[in-house]
């Protein structure tokens, strides 16, 4: 749940810190007191799209965070995303300059606006006044209806597979339209690719072949360069090994007269076993090296046609292999890519798969949709809709869509005998408002969030049904936060924790304070709010009624 609010320079804010209790807990205020602009640095904490106008003027940045206690599933994700698993609280914050620019962080580390939004979907559910704009739409219903049946996972697979089918399909389509085109562009690659599966060119063969035509061209003069190298190692009285001979006689005569030459004489030796060596190796070099006119033939008329394919297909001779083999690549690709029947199969094979989960999702949904328009029909009953009826009707479509077989309309029918129609064709905005408000207490009721907040969703009832709203909040808040912005006494008399947001003067601006409510306090914000200000007795009494009513549905607030 919502630990801790912290706002600087925000809009009318200076600077606020709320610390918050579960249970339920209400905002209050005059109108155009600030009540929403929690919700609104909420909202932007958690990710939603910034501008400049949110600082306020005069100040370079506004600086918001929240504070949430930790829960299992947001742990894992945060260190599957890298960051703190804040074990003691996880702290969001969002920095926004006087330019527009935002900063985003996690535990004191950056992260993005989809890195907040992902991590607040999975702590908070925000429900705006203007809720049921949404519910008319029909992706929203089908959102609503596969939460509420457990059914995220076979939308995912139904929207997985279509992406599939659809791919498949346009390959058909496109290779079925474009056949003579695709059928000329497989003649020239298959004619290119004959072409050089004749030469069958090898990686690193250009090189290899180069050196062999050099060598080969070149056999005499790398004969006679041999032949005179071993006649100067080991020819007759001028040979080097003759001179060495001569010379290691001479050192070993003096070796006689003074010892300490003897190393010289080893020395000798060596370098005499050596030479002997490199004379024969440069003699077998010889007698293994011959003309080969034929080979040297053969190298010349491939170097030729290797040169000639090269400068065809405008390609460095040493890439001539890679280049063989990208267009082979190419051929068969395309020939896949022409492969109707193939193409076909495929796409078939997509549309059974599409099929299969379309029918997986489509059960689940219409096995809780009976169950949600009657949770539903029932929740209004208590907001002052006796007799109104609540479907939620799944209508076939002609075919298999990215969000299943069938679309799903929220129907209504707002008075005893009156005939079932599309929400969005309920005349009456208060009829819109308390509807809306029974979808989200009735969703809601299944969210794995800590926190749930309704912003004025009780705009457009009063009396007796605004208190039923208010005790539903207040059962809601059993389970888990409950935060209400709201201009309704009855509910914000079910309020566990009170808050009042006021709007003064200071230094020649505007500024918004937040102020937690005593019992005494409470009971003259709830007489404001019945007749619009807090001395007149009937309303101070009416108010203590109010809140004696409400305590005889009281659950206990879990401390954060």
Same mark, same amino acid.
């Given at each position: 749940?919502?630990?801790?609010?912290?706002?600087?320079?925000?809009?009318?804010?200076? !600077?606020?810190?709320? #610390?918050?209790?579960?249970?339920?807990?209400?905002?209050?205020?005059?109108?155009?007191?600030?009540?929403?602009?929690?919700?609104? @640095?909420?909202?932007?904490?958690?990710?939603?799209?910034?501008?400049?106008? /949110?600082?306020?003027?005069?100040?370079?940045?506004?600086?918001?965070?929240?504070?949430?206690?930790? *829960?299992?599933?947001?742990?894992?994700?945060?260190?599957?995303?890298?960051?703190?698993?804040?074990?003691?609280?996880?702290?969001?914050?969002?920095?926004?300059?006087?330019? %527009?620019?935002?900063?985003?962080?996690?535990?004191?580390?950056?992260?993005?606006?989809?890195?907040?939004?992902?991590?607040?979907?999975?702590?908070?559910?925000?429900?705006?006044?203007?809720?049921?704009? %949404?519910?008319?739409?029909?992706?929203?219903?089908? $959102?609503?209806?596969?939460?509420?049946?457990?059914?995220?996972?076979?939308?995912?697979?139904?929207?997985?597979?279509?992406?599939?089918?659809?791919?498949?399909?346009?390959?058909?389509?496109? @290779?079925?339209?474009?056949? +003579?085109?695709?059928?000329?562009?497989? !003649?020239?690659?298959?004619?290119?690719?004959?072409?050089?599966?004749?030469?069958?060119?090898?990686?690193? +063969?250009?090189?290899?072949?180069?050196? !062999?035509?050099?060598?080969?061209?070149?056999?005499?003069?790398?004969?006679?360069?041999?032949?005179?190298?071993?006649?100067?190692?080991? %020819?007759?009285?001028?040979?080097?090994?003759?001179?060495?001979?001569?010379?290691?006689?001479?050192?070993?005569?003096?070796?006689?007269?003074?010892?300490?030459?003897?190393?010289?004489?080893?020395?000798?030796?060596?370098?005499?076993?050596?030479?002997?060596?490199?004379?024969?190796?440069?003699?077998?070099?010889?007698?293994?090296? +011959?003309?080969?006119?034929?080979? =040297?033939?053969?190298?010349?008329?491939?170097?030729?046609?290797?040169?000639?394919?090269?400068?065809?297909?405008?390609?460095?001779?040493?890439?001539?292999?890679?280049?063989?083999?990208?267009?082979?690549?190419?051929?068969?690709?395309?020939?896949? *890519? *022409?492969?109707?029947?193939?193409?076909?199969?495929?796409?078939?094979?997509?549309?059974?798969?599409?099929?299969?989960?379309?029918?997986?999702?489509?059960?689940?949904?219409?096995?809780?949709?009976?169950?949600?328009?009657?949770?539903?029909?029932?929740?209004?009953?208590?907001?002052?809709?006796?007799?109104?009826?609540?479907?939620?009707?799944?209508?076939?479509?002609?075919?298999?869509?990215?969000?299943?077989?069938?679309?799903?309309?929220?129907?209504?029918?707002?008075?005893?005998?009156?005939?079932?129609?599309?929400?969005?064709?309920?005349?009456?905005?208060?009829?819109?408002?308390?509807?809306?408000?029974?979808?989200? /207490?009735?969703?809601?009721?299944?969210?794995?969030?800590?926190?749930?907040?309704?912003?004025? /969703? #009780?705009?457009?009832?009063?009396?007796?049904?605004?208190?039923?709203?208010?005790?539903? =909040?207040?059962?809601?808040?059993?389970?888990?936060?409950?935060?209400?912005?709201?201009?309704?006494?009855? /509910?914000?008399?079910?309020?566990?924790?009170?808050?009042?947001?006021?709007?003064?003067?200071?230094?020649?601006?505007?500024? $918004?304070?937040?102020?937690?409510?005593?019992?005494?306090?409470?009971?003259?914000?709830?007489?404001?709010?019945?007749?619009?200000?807090?001395?007149?007795?009937?309303?101070?009494?009416?108010?203590?009624?109010?809140?004696?009513?409400?305590?005889?549905?009281?659950?206990?607030?879990? !401390?954060?």
């Amino acid at each position: 749940m919502l630990l801790h609010l912290h706002l600087r320079d925000f809009v009318i804010v200076d !600077e606020l810190d709320i #610390d918050l209790a579960g249970g339920f807990t209400v905002l209050t205020g005059e109108t155009g007191a600030g009540k929403s602009i929690l919700i609104d @640095a909420l909202k932007l904490v958690l990710g939603e799209r910034a501008d400049a106008a /949110v600082v306020r003027a005069g100040a370079q940045r506004a600086d918001l965070s929240a504070t949430f206690s930790p *829960t299992a599933a947001l742990q894992a994700w945060l260190q599957e995303q890298g960051f703190d698993t804040g074990d003691d609280g996880v702290l969001l914050r969002r920095v926004i300059d006087a330019a %527009g620019k935002s900063r985003g962080f996690i535990n004191g580390s950056p992260a993005t606006a989809a890195q907040l939004k992902a991590a607040g979907d999975m702590l908070v559910d925000i429900h705006g006044q203007h809720a049921h704009q %949404g519910l008319v739409r029909r992706e929203v219903a089908s $959102s609503l209806l596969d939460a509420y049946a457990g059914a995220e996972e076979q939308a995912r697979a139904v929207e997985q597979a279509w992406q599939e089918w659809h791919a498949a399909q346009r390959a058909l389509e496109d @290779a079925s339209q474009g056949a +003579e085109r695709l059928a000329a562009e497989r !003649e020239r690659l298959q004619w290119q690719c004959d072409e050089l599966d004749r030469l069958r060119p090898q990686p690193g +063969e250009w090189d290899t072949l180069e050196a !062999e035509q050099r060598r080969l061209a070149h056999i005499t003069t790398l004969l006679d360069a041999l032949s005179t190298a071993q006649a100067a190692l080991d %020819g007759d009285d001028v040979g080097a090994l003759s001179l060495l001979a001569q010379a290691r006689q001479a050192v070993e005569r003096a070796s006689d007269v003074d010892p300490a030459v003897q190393p010289l004489v080893q020395q000798l030796d060596a370098a005499q076993t050596s030479l002997h060596d490199l004379s024969h190796a440069l003699r077998r070099l010889a007698q293994h090296t +011959e003309a080969d006119p034929q080979r =040297l033939a053969e190298v010349d008329a491939r170097l030729g046609t290797w040169m000639q394919l090269a400068r065809k297909h405008r390609v460095p001779a040493a890439d001539l292999p890679q280049h063989h083999q990208a267009l082979r690549s190419q051929l068969d690709r395309l020939e896949r *890519t *022409t492969d109707l029947p193939a193409l076909q199969q495929q796409a078939d094979a997509a549309f059974a798969r599409l099929q299969q989960a379309a029918r997986a999702l489509s059960a689940k949904r219409l096995a809780a949709a009976r169950q949600l328009g009657q949770a539903v029909q029932d929740a209004m009953q208590q907001l002052g809709m006796p007799g109104g009826r609540f479907e939620v009707a799944c209508l076939a479509l002609d075919a298999v869509g990215a969000r299943g077989a069938e679309t799903v309309e929220f129907q209504v029918a707002a008075h005893p005998g009156a005939e079932l129609r599309p929400l969005g064709k309920v005349a009456s905005g208060g009829e819109l408002s308390r509807i809306a408000l029974a979808v989200a /207490v009735t969703t809601s009721a299944l969210q794995d969030v800590g926190t749930l907040i309704f912003d004025e /969703v #009780d705009a457009g009832i009063g009396g007796e049904v605004a208190q039923t709203v208010g005790r539903l =909040l207040r059962r809601l808040g059993r389970d888990r936060q409950v935060l209400a912005v709201t201009h309704l006494a009855q /509910v914000a008399a079910c309020a566990q924790q009170h808050y009042a947001v006021r709007k003064h003067s200071r230094d020649g601006q505007t500024v $918004s304070q937040l102020d937690v409510l005593d019992p005494v306090q409470r009971r003259s914000e709830i007489a404001r709010m019945l007749a619009g200000h807090a001395r007149s007795s009937a309303a101070l009494e009416h108010a203590r009624e109010l809140l004696a009513a409400c305590a005889t549905d009281a659950a206990p607030a879990t !401390e954060p």
